[in-house]
């Protein structure tokens, strides 16, 4: 956020005059308005209420207009002002009144206000660098406030994130729970499921926004396995940008088809293949298709039951894409594709 | 995620799922045609907090629901669209209980 220059005035709030003599007012008005300020101005109790709640950015008063009323009036309005507020009030006292007194009243009548007195006659210039700065100050505490309400936003925010990472920790380990046979298996496959989940929120974080590009999805998860020696696995397509929710999911989803394919699949076998591949079609609505095809590896059998992987793979590609995917088990090969709006996948950086 | 949890959770307990939106633009745009005893809706849905509009479109056509959610606080202030509130993550007894809800207690009235 930067500070508004002086002569940023159109960034600035308006000034309220509250004079009782019709000619003080159009005096410190006019004067006000020459340097561009914005004013609205009040001659007594009556509509002093309403005029405050328009929220101005700086209370100019005249002596004459101190009375008990209005006195008690802009009392109650600074004892109502947020945490942030710090209402910046300008006195003009008469020459010879006895200003000590009046600062010390004022300054116990009107807690949380920032005062500033001057004496008549006074120059132009002295009056409106006097309220301009005053109005700066009250720009100011109007970023504080809005920090303050950035961070309410942010903890509320940081709260349903944690709570939603927690309950997906726990959906994992249900769930890979249910399909293990082995204590081991189970640490293994779960700590390779946090894994997923781990690098995607990395790659998202990074993104510095809420997104991700399927070529990152596709580089970390298979960046690890190319490095122990599985170069067999090819995929490409072109950039598309997918949302935070699109990303994770799709994430988990290739995590699970490379362990699956490591461990019963083509990359079991030092011939094996497999190739991700991805397009977005030309017309409109314009849709999204992936193609995860294994070759080279033992011969496929379907399963009698299915597994984590492929009810995964199913409730996830269905929840992400709106379609369920079309996964076989081509005797060369698993093949699993999987296509639907590209709009429903798509992440606004 | 978790949505695959509570989909093998309802399959597990003998019920149907009948599919899951992100939005509450998708739901208005794609349940049609779809049938279904109720729903399970969290408060902040991909395009903003809809969860609670979300209820209350459905409860104006007699589908019950229930919010499944980690923000209990603010669904409690939509008590009168929804039959109450699951803490996120759900367990399968409090999830077999709302299941048990849906069942027995048929829509609200759509006309009140």
Known sequence: MSDPELDDVSALDHVLVLAPYRSDAMFLSKMLREYDLRVVVTSGINDLVACLSEAPGVLLLTHEALTPAVLDAIAAHLADQQAWSEMPIVVLLDRGSPDGRIKAALSHAWPRSRQLFYKRPITAVELVSGVQSALLARLRQRDVRDHIFREIELRRELNHRVKNILASVTSIFEMTRRGATSMDGLAEDFRGRLGALDKVHSAVFRADGEVVSIGEIVS?????????????????????????????????CLHELSTNAIKYGALSRPEGQVAFEWSVSENEPRELSMTWLE???????????????????????????????????DRGGLRCEAGGL???VVGNP | MIVFHVEQMIEDLGHVFAGSFESF??????????????????????????????????????????????????????GHVSLGTLSKPVGMDKLAEA??????????DPHD
């Not at chain 1, 020696?229 to 994770?248: D, M």
């Not at chain 2, 299941?99 to 609200?108: A, D, H, I, M, S």
């Open chain 2, 25 to 78: 633009e998708a739901l208005k745009a794609e349940c049609e045609g779809m049938t279904f005893d109720g729903a399970l809706i969290d408060i902040d849905l991909t395009d903003g907090r809809t969860g609670p509009l979300a209820a209350e479109w459905l409860h104006r056509r007699g589908i019950p629901s229930m919010f499944l959610t980690g923000q209990a606080d603010v669904a409690s202030g939509y």
């Open chain 1, 295 to 329: 070759s080279g590896g033992p011969p496929v059998e379907e399963p009698s039951r299915a597994g984590y992987g492929t009810r995964y793979l199913r409730s996830a590609l269905k929840g992400m894409l709106g379609r369920a995917p079309n996964i076989t088990f």
């Open chain 2, 99 to 108: 299941l048990e809800l849906f069942r027995r207690k048929p829509g609200p």
């Open chain 1, 342 to 344: 590209l709009s429903r």
């Open chain 1, 220 to 252: 970390l998860t298979f960046d690890p396995y190319r490095q122990v020696g599985f170069e067999r696995i090819a995929a490409g397509g072109p950039t598309v940008i997918l949302s935070r929710e699109a990303g994770t999911t799709l994430a988990l």
